[in-house]
């Protein structure tokens, strides 16, 4: 009967740890993301998420964090109604320079707490104080950024 007990404790805790993700309450003008790549060696790649609102919201609303791609973002407050994050791979210079092989490693990423399609993102809202979560569901992927490679310096 122990036995029971404890195992419908530990059932009842990991439910009510997960975060459960909303629609999202506010309307949106645009919302995108865009995956881009250096023109040069060693610059590397990433992409950019962007978010515009259609008016902005209750300042006691504020986004902390954004999940995407497998990943935790930081969500930088452009204006009232526009938010950006981003993230990008760059190569590992010295490993760069020691590689016989060619291979270059890429920095570790911090796993997202959410499964998410590629198209799909969660922000993380804070409003007095508490954790809210919302989904973003059909987000457009704009064409691929590939910056011009630079002409040689003689």
């Known amino acids: 009967m122990k036995a029971l007990y404890v195992l419908m404790t530990l059932v009842f805790i990991s439910c009510s740890s997960q975060k459960e993700a909303k629609s999202l309450p ?3 003008d645009e919302v995108y993301f865009q995956k881009w790549i250096g023109g040069q060696r060693l610059t590397g790649s990433g992409t950019d998420f962007y978010i515009r609102f259609k008016e902005p919201f ?3 609303f504020k986004i902390k964090k ?3 791609h497998g990943r935790e973002l930081e969500v930088i407050k452009r204006n009232d109604s526009v938010f950006t994050a981003s993230y990008s791979q760059r190569p590992n210079v010295d490993q760069e320079l020691n590689e016989t092989d060619g291979q270059i490693e890429t920095p ?5 707490k959410f499964e ?4 799909e993102a969660i922000l993380e809202f ?15 992927e704009k064409e691929l950024l590939a910056y011009p490679s630079a002409k040689p310096r003689n």
């Open 26 to 28: 506010f309307s949106t």
């Open 58 to 60: 209750s300042v006691n």
């Open 66 to 68: 954004l999940y995407f």
């Open 108 to 112: 570790k990423v911090v796993k997202s």
């Open 116 to 119: 998410l399609k590629n198209n």
């Open 126 to 140: 804070e409003q007095d104080s508490k954790t809210q979560f919302f989904k973003i569901t059909n987000i457009k």
